[in-house]
């Protein structure tokens, strides 16, 4: 596809070389010079200085021809100016980052009145996600599928619970759950398993499960599955406004500190539900007096990476169970692996995987019968969305008969409403939607995963 | 320093000119040359050879920085040429390694110039080898390897803008692999439409072909010893025309192809150019009234030789070196000028001219408001700073090195006018000079150690010098 991309900020290169490796012509557009000869030099696509909102410039990025807009500079304005002049002028779809509060609450209109594709608010879809780890405490990462009925839920094997000495074939009779280990990270290699695999402690464990069986699943491991009871958020900005919000709507407690008396007054007016303590978040004193030994989690969400994670690092010695820290530069974050710092969330990483989503969704409207498609464990594992819809070799025969390529899986089957975590003797039908995950890139067609 | 990924590059390289070696093979089969042919099938083998052992180890890294992409560009043009000298030597056409190698860079580096002697008794498939390197080395040799193989991300744009000319590597579409297959698109299909209109004029394919070569690499290397002049007048317009047409900017007939005609012409470098051109032919017609009386052969004499000379090209109607000093010093001026950005012509290319035309004039206006602040602009657009301040440089280390070289080829003891104009003409890729080396002389007569000064300045024009001298630094070879 065509793409142009406004604004080569950290989400902007991000993207750029993402989107570079799934083979799309890319143009990218920014005012600082600097900037474009930086990426133009790194990657092959093509450049433009100049101001992203200007017909003349868009033209010389031949917009009438892209077939998608990303518009992801610094200002909400300039980003859905962009998007109208492209789409008034061009035929293009357009993506716009808008992050203003105010805006957020009328996005339906701004999208309506502009026909504008899809918005993101990095702050927004950053809170969602940590809303849902916080009602989930074990998982460190979720993904739902299928319309919300299938979740994808990774956790730390931190203690071997008798898997190390069993091949997990064994393992789902033991504990008679429907759910399925699709991918597991040891070290640097992520395997997909197959019957005989055995598990390690310190793997990270990709599972699939409906929301029900999940929580038993999790329970019979004897992982916290409840929700955490209240939350220590330190920081006051967009993330934990919104993330305030959807934790006071599931009766959680939240307790935000703020160090701007501006600012906490704004959040009091707002969330009159939530505790809003002015003060430093980094002072010892006040932390022990808003009692930091007793709250179930602990969110860091200030502007600086260094103090969210130191924070996260005192909250785990005051017994705090629940970690999560706001990281906003992800060059070197497997060094942050390394660190004990509990849950770690990249608003910039969630934004580019949001847009990346939209981008896949769109091509594969081309033909293809894929209905989504995730990239997971650092863009190395797909999991793709297949609707059956005629029928071929794949369907009518039992699993077990059906020979694979290596390092794919296929792993839920949903018919109705009905979800089914497969075992050998499960059929896929017309009809049926069916998730494989695999190591290889690219799956076009539910018959590309057979093996030839 | 990555240098397997040079080799790797390099391999590939040569094995694209054994490839290409198979055509004046094919040549040589329909003339029936026992000699020729087999000089070919042992150059190929060796090419093929040499492009495995340089490909037998894969690189593990395979991203390379712009150093790597200047060192295997100057390697590149190095190493097709001695192996592209070797038919010279087999055939017994060029005895000397040094003349032979002269001549392939010629030949590639789209000189034209050349020490052959006599043209007549060279075989067919030697004379088509020798058109044919002007072919390639006319859009180049990378840009070719670029749009045949596998997209390595963007490290790629570092090979691109080593080898193509001017102050700045335009795209024309977001990848670069796209780019070059659009850029040998047209000149295939500039050479084609050429090679097509000059069998109309009744010359046959092998002429046809082996001039419509020459012309599309702006290279100059003729099959006759009167170059073109023994020619019929429409074959003369035809070349003149596409001599031309080839020196534009090829962005102009991108921006043509899809429809956006408006913006092609609004190229300021393109109109420059045939501004200049326009003058050149003008002021050589006044000047040489009288001694061609009919206007209509005046006008066909000019416009060939400023076409072939400021597009670099370097065929000949007429031996200009005998014209009114009027003409000749118009012509010696227009080969510093050069074609534009962005061609297959060589020389200091329009749109550095024009950059630096509007530095000097900013700079006098500067003079006068010493606070006025202004910017260089073209096509409307500021000039960075770093392009202008490139631009500059380029323009000096290129009279350093004209310089020097003049004195260094001075030894050989002839008279300036031939020491400078076949230092300009070897460094602007153009072909003939005046006096000695002019239409109706040739280089044989340079000894050894002048012949490799031109080769390095004829390399140095056609890769716009810094690659070339950054192999003479140790920084380059160091690993880190």
């Not at chain 2, 000079?433 to 004829?458: C, Q, R, T, W």
Request: hydrophobic share 45%.
């Amino acid at each position: 596809m065509n793409i142009i991309l406004v604004g080569c900020g950290k989400v902007g290169n991000a993207l750029v070389k993402i989107l570079y490796d799934e083979g799309h012509n890319i143009t990218v557009i920014d005012t600082n010079s600097n900037k474009i000869n930086q990426i133009t030099e790194e990657i092959d696509v093509m450049g433009i200085v100049g101001n992203g909102s200007s017909i003349s410039v868009l033209e010389e990025a031949d917009f009438e021809n892209a077939d998608v807009l990303i518009a992801v500079t610094g200002s909400d304005e300039l980003n859905l100016l962009c998007c109208m002049f492209a789409k008034k002028a061009g035929h293009c779809r357009c993506v716009a980052r808008v992050r203003n509060p105010i805006y957020s609450q009328e996005i339906e209109f701004i999208k309506q009145q502009l026909g504008i594709s899809t918005i993101i608010n990095p702050e927004l879809a950053t809170a969602r996600e940590l809303s849902r780890v916080l009602r989930f405490p074990s998982a460190s990462h979720i993904d739902t599928f299928a319309d919300g009925k299938v979740r994808l839920i990774k956790f730390e094997l931190k203690d071997a619970y008798g898997f190390d000495r069993m091949p997990l074939k064994d393992i789902s009779d033991k504990y008679g759950c429907d759910v399925l280990i699709c991918a597991v990270e040891r070290g640097h290699e992520v395997i997909i398993p197959d019957g005989n695999f055995v598990l390690n402690v310190n793997d990270i464990v990709t599972v699939i499960a409906t929301k029900e069986n999940a929580v038993e699943y999790f329970k019979k491991l004897h992982l916290q599955v409840a929700p955490v009871k209240n939350s220590l958020i330190v920081g006051g900005g967009a993330i934990a406004y919104y993330l305030a919000k959807d934790l006071l709507q599931h009766n959680i407690n939240v307790k935000i500190i703020e160090r701007d008396m501006e600012r906490c007054e704004y959040l009091a007016e707002l969330l009159p539900d939530a505790t809003i303590i002015h003060g430093d978040g980094t002072d010892r004193q006040l932390l022990t007096t808003e009692g930091i030994e007793d709250a179930e989690s602990l969110v860091a969400l200030t502007d600086l990476d260094e103090e969210n994670m130191m924070l996260s690092m005192y909250a785990k010695k005051q017994g705090v169970n629940t970690r999560i820290s706001k990281i906003n530069r992800f060059e070197f974050d497997e060094l942050l692996d390394e660190l004990d710092i509990g849950k770690v969330v990249f608003p910039k990483h969630l934004t580019c995987d949001f847009i990346l989503q939209y981008i896949r969704a769109l091509q594969n409207e081309k033909g293809s019968n894929v209905k989504t498609l995730y990239q997971i464990l650092d863009n190395r594992v797909e999991v793709v969305e297949f609707s059956v819809a005629e029928e071929s070799e794949v369907t009518d025969i039992p699993l077990s008969e059906l020979q694979l390529k290596p390092n794919q899986l296929i792993c839920c089957i949903t018919r109705g409403d009905q979800v089914i975590i497969p075992r050998g003797k499960n059929m896929i039908k017309v009809g049926d939607t069916v998730i494989v995950v695999s190591l290889n890139h690219g799956l076009n067609d539910l018959n590309d995963i057979v093996a030839d | 320093m990555n240098l397997s990924i040079v080799f790797y590059i390099l391999g590939k390289v040569v094995l694209c000119e054994g490839f290409l070696l198979a055509l004046p093979l094919i040549v040589s089969i329909i003339y029936k040359e026992p000699v020729t042919i087999s000089a070919f099938v042992i150059t190929i083998l060796i090419c093929v050879a040499v492009g495995l052992l340089c490909m037998v180890r894969k690189p593990k890294n395979r991203v390379f920085n712009i150093k790597e992409g200047f060192l295997v560009t100057a390697l590149s043009w190095i190493v097709i040429s001695i192996l592209g000298c070797i038919p010279f030597i087999l055939t017994g056409v060029l005895t000397s390694p040094v003349s032979a190698l002269f001549e392939t860079v010629s030949g590639f580096t789209t000189t034209g110039a050349s020490v052959i002697t006599d043209l007549d008794i060279v075989p067919k498939g030697i004379l088509f080898w020798r058109s044919l390197t002007h072919w390639i080395g006319g859009m180049g040799v990378l840009v070719f390897v670029l749009m045949l193989k596998a997209p390595s991300g963007g490290s790629d744009t570092n090979l691109m803008k080593a080898e193509s000319p001017g102050p700045q590597v335009e795209k024309l579409v977001p990848k670069l692999q796209v780019t070059a297959k659009i850029l040998y698109g047209i000149y295939f299909g500039l050479t084609i439409l050429e090679t097509v209109l000059l069998l109309l004029g009744k010359l046959p394919l092998f002429d046809a072909l082996t001039l419509s070569f020459g012309t599309a690499g702006t290279g100059g290397f003729g099959i006759r010893n009167d170059s073109i002049a023994s020619y019929s007048s429409y074959i003369q317009w035809v070349i003149g025309i596409f001599m031309v047409l080839y020196g534009i900017n090829f962005t102009f007939y991108f921006l043509l192809l899809i429809r956006k005609p408006k913006k092609a012409f609004s190229m300021e470098e393109v109109r420059a150019y045939l501004i200049i051109i326009a003058c050149a032919v003008l002021i050589i017609m006044f000047d040489m009234r009288d001694r061609i009386p009919v206007i209509w052969d005046n006008l066909r004499y000019a416009f060939f030789q400023v076409g072939a000379v400021i597009t670099t090209t370097g065929y000949a109607t007429a031996d200009f070196n005998n014209w009114n000093m009027v003409s000749r010093t118009v012509l010696v001026l227009l080969m510093f000028i050069g074609a534009c950005a962005g061609s297959t012509g060589g020389g200091i290319k329009v749109s550095r001219i024009l950059i630096i035309w509007r530095t000097v004039k900013k700079e006098i206006k500067q003079f006068i408001h010493p606070n006025r602040v202004g910017k260089v602009t073209l096509n409307d657009k500021t000039v960075a700073h770093e392009v202008v301040r490139s631009v500059n440089v380029f323009v000096m280390a290129y009279l350093f090195i004209l310089a020097l070289s003049v004195v260094l080829i001075s030894v050989d003891g002839y008279d300036f006018t031939t020491n400078f104009t076949a230092i300009v003409s070897a460094l602007n890729n153009i072909g003939p000079g005046l006096e000695l080396v002019g239409p109706a002389g040739n280089f044989a007569h340079f000894s050894a150690f002048s012949k490799i000064v031109l080769m390095f300045d004829m390399l140095a024009g056609r890769l716009e010098i810094f690659p070339l001298l950054v192999l003479f630094r140790r920084e380059t070879w160091r690993k880190f």
